[in-house]
T-cell receptor
Framework: EAQVTQNPRYLITVTGKKLTVTCSQN?????MSWYRQDPGLGLRQIYY???????DKGDVPEGYKVSRKEKRNFPLILESPSPNQTSLYFC????????????FGPGTRLTVT | DQQVKQNSPSLSVQEGRISILNCDYT??????FLWYKKYPAEGPTFLIS?????DKNEDGRFTVFLNKSAKHLSLHIVPSQPGDSAVYFC??????????????FGKGTKLSVKP
């Protein structure tokens, strides 16, 4: 089954404790992206990657890091989480050759206390 | 500045009637528009899309209309069903403009279809 998976689905952590949210897709997609969803703000892009070793900032990259060492994986790293990063996070992927439709993972609910 | 706007946070419709969700955009370079549906505790799922060279696209009960001169698109759901109750996001992209196909999302409209 074609899908985007994220782990963990739920995470409660404390300020300053580094964490990684993993994202993996099995569709051989070149493009991957991370979004956060907050009440009243919709979906905002954090980082995206056009292919392996190619990443770029989205609209709200502050406080986040990403890496793309393999085509299928695109982890989101919070080196020193803060309460304002409490949010619902989505990973997405799409074909890199002219496609528009992005396929989303199930989401990761992160709470930083 | 918000490039994609969904000005109605919520919409309530009776089962069997038409649901109309609206979306406005400001960037005339957008060349593709998509609607996503999102249920609680799930990721957004693609619903329907339209290219800027068209003014209508239909898929079963779902139709998207694009008015380029007004920079406005709408999603029509006919007839509405209780299972359509979800948050609907409008998104836009300008792949031809070098944005790599990044999507710009609106804030979403929560549709409630009452039996």
């Amino acid at each position: 089954e074609a899908q985007v998976t994220q782990n963990p689905r739920y995470l409660i952590t404390v300020t300053g404790k580094k964490l990684t949210v993993t994202c993996s897709q099995n569709m051989n997609h070149e493009y991957m992206s991370w979004y956060r969803q907050d009440p009243g703000l919709g979906l905002r892009q954090i980082y995206y990657s056009m292919n392996v070793e190619v990443t770029d900032k989205g609209d709200v990259p502050e406080g986040y890091k990403v890496s793309r060492k393999e085509k299928r994986n695109f982890p989101l790293i919070l080196e020193s989480p803060s309460p304002n990063q409490t949010s619902l996070y989505f990973c997405a992927s799409k074909t890199g050759t002219g496609g528009y439709e992005q396929y989303f993972g199930p989401g990761t609910r992160l709470t930083v206390t | 500045d918000q490039q994609v706007k969904q000005n109605s946070p919520s919409l309530s419709v009776q089962e069997g009637r038409i649901s109309i969700l609206n979306c406005d955009y400001t960037n005339s370079m957008f060349d593709y528009f998509l609607w996503y549906k999102k249920y609680p505790a799930e990721g957004p799922t693609f619903l329907i899309s339209i290219s800027s060279i068209k003014d209508k696209n239909e898929d079963g009960r779902f139709t998207v209309f694009l008015n380029k001169s007004a920079k406005h698109l709408s999603l029509h759901i006919v007839p509405s069903q209780p299972g359509d109750s979800a948050v609907y996001f409008c998104a836009a992209s300008d792949l031809s403009g070098g944005s790599q196909g990044n999507l710009i999302f609106g804030k979403g409209t929560k549709l409630s279809v009452k039996p």
